[in-house]
């Protein structure tokens, strides 16, 4: 089992910046791909970038450009940091863990094992 803590959440103004961190628990970790999520209320969890264990990244769209997504092994430690935050950026943001080590890097919610409780980022204009 595997469990993953989300930190580094919170207010900031439009234009602004946050790192948000998820800790993980387990030995395995680096063989993981993991995820970034974000829900807001009436909208389905929305995929946001994923990191393979290789490294290689992969953005949404709509923060291609403004999120970075890295990871330190050592630590188990997955980053996501955030530039340019917008109003709709505003969302309870989760980490999520696969643990199968495919070619594929799952763009949906159903492609990942374990998951944090969330962090909340607001975003205010």
């Known amino acids: 089992q595997v469990q993953l803590v989300e930190s580094g959440g919170g207010l900031v103004q439009t234009g602004g910046s946050l790192r948000l961190s998820c800790a993980a628990s387990g030995r395995t970790f680096s063989s993981y791909t993991m995820g970034w999520f974000r829900h807001t209320p009436g909208k389905e969890r929305e995929f946001v970038g994923a990191i393979r264990w290789s490294g290689v990244t992969y953005y949404a769209d709509s923060v291609k450009g403004r999120f970075t997504i890295s990871r330190d092994n050592a630590k188990s430690t997955v980053y996501l940091q955030m530039h340019s935050l917008k109003p709709e950026d505003t969302a309870v943001f989760y980490c999520?863990?696969?643990?199968?080590?495919?070619?594929?890097?799952?763009?949906?919610?159903?492609?990942?094992?374990?998951w944090g409780q969330g962090t909340q980022v607001t975003v205010s204009s």
């Open positions: 999520a863990a696969d643990k199968d080590r495919t070619s594929v890097v799952h763009t949906t919610p159903s492609g990942y094992d374990y």
